[in-house]
């Protein structure tokens, strides 16, 4: 028969081991997870438990018996993320997470379990970056879990597991920037240029409308960016945080280039697409990429992605006398937090800081001989 104690009970099982009892907040009687080697042992986790019901900290454990699929899956559902993340966390849960922990109760994974998966993803071929996104990804959702107090600690404690390492991409010069301009189509130089010199991103450039652009001013908006889903599907989406919306200044060298595009290719109307394709659509990254190859090929400029054009506008405005705050103003760094820093940066220094970048280029360019033994233009 059961001993009757001040907390819980503890019976001998037919096996020799031993079974405690106690009745939770909730009015049911609960087994203890696990069987006990001696009375002591039971002893000992009922008087834990006791501690935990006093302090406040006595979780359900049926709660954590949710399979991990379906609170994975009703997490991401319940986010207010954007249409791309929301993709590529379905994409990360569905083939990264849910075929080793699908079926695992929240309660059931374990660090052991975790390191092993992450191990066996590796192992298995798949790019360290997916890994550790993936990581990132399981590590938040078992956050949350803790936060739910269903567990009490979450099981994702590898030290940088979910930090991704990315080799240093390579620079384009100037003159390689310019070189590669020249030798793609016409209708994607402006493009090129203000990737190189103003720092915009890809989404960003293909996002802008003709109202973002002022000539007279020298100057860009960018309020946000077009996104491209995994379906083909584009989405226009504000910047990740307040400091990627930014006007930025235009360097004088490239301005006529600028001119010169919107005259020829933008769409008419205030609300007109900046850059649009030959056949009148919106560029897509992968079409643009063939024609991003072959121009590098026919400027002799290899290993450089376009991507990395970005690069040579960080690396030149901070060659400036440009100081961190303004250095983010311009490229669009920042989380929410700064952004309230960052996204009130000054016109007017902005307008010394493309100066300054324009000098180089000048310099750069006057290096270059022409057809003429003459420094080569900007705007043919």
Not at 294 to 321: E, M, P, Q
Request: contains cysteine; positive net charge; proline residues 5%.
């Amino acid at each position: 028969m059961a001993k009757r104690r001040p907390f819980g009970r503890v019976r001998k099982l037919p096996s020799g081991r031993y079974q405690a009892r106690y009745r939770g907040p909730d009015g049911l009687d609960r087994p203890a997870p696990e069987t006990f080697r001696t009375k002591r042992e039971a002893d000992d986790w009922l008087a834990d438990m006791q501690t935990e019901l006093r302090q406040g900290d006595w979780r359900d454990p049926d709660a954590a018996k949710v399979p991990f699929q379906k609170y994975a899956e009703a997490w991401v559902a319940e986010r207010p993320l954007a249409l791309s993340t929301a993709e590529l966390y379905g994409i990360l849960v569905r083939v990264h997470l849910v075929p080793t922990f699908g079926r695992l109760a929240i309660a059931d994974i374990t660090p052991a379990a975790v390191r092993t998966w992450r191990r066996a993803r590796l192992d298995a071929g798949v790019g360290p970056t997916t890994v550790a996104k993936a990581y990132a990804l399981l590590r938040t959702i078992m956050g949350t879990a803790v936060s739910d107090e269903l567990i009490r600690r979450n099981p994702c404690q590898i030290k940088n597991g979910g930090t991704v390492h990315t080799p240093e991409r390579p620079t384009a010069s100037i003159l390689e920037a310019f070189a590669i301009a020249e030798a793609g189509q016409a209708r994607y130089r402006a493009l090129v240029l203000l990737a190189a010199f103003c720092g915009l991103r890809w989404g960003e450039l293909i996002g802008l409308r003709r109202q973002d652009v002022d000539l007279d001013a020298g100057m860009i908006r960018v309020r946000g960016s077009m996104s491209e889903l995994n379906s083909g599907q584009r989405v226009y989406k504000a910047p990740k945080s307040e400091a990627g919306k930014r006007t930025v200044a235009i360097p004088s060298s490239v301005l006529p280039v600028i001119v010169r595009h919107m005259k020829q290719y933008a769409e008419r109307g205030a609300d007109g697409r900046v850059f649009v394709g030959a056949k009148g659509a919106t560029p897509r990254r992968n079409h643009f990429n063939l024609l991003w190859h072959k121009a590098c090929t026919a400027a002799g400029v290899k290993g450089i992605r376009f991507h990395d054009l970005r690069h040579t506008g960080n690396t030149l405005a901070s060659h400036t006398s440009a100081n961190t705050r303004e250095l983010m103003t311009r490229l669009g760094h920042g989380s929410s937090r700064a952004a309230l820093i960052y996204q009130h940066g000054n016109q007017e220094r902005e307008r010394e800081i493309a100066a300054a970048v324009d000098e180089m280029i000048v310099k750069a360019l006057k290096r270059r001989p022409g057809p003429n033994g003459h420094a080569g233009g900007t705007d043919g």
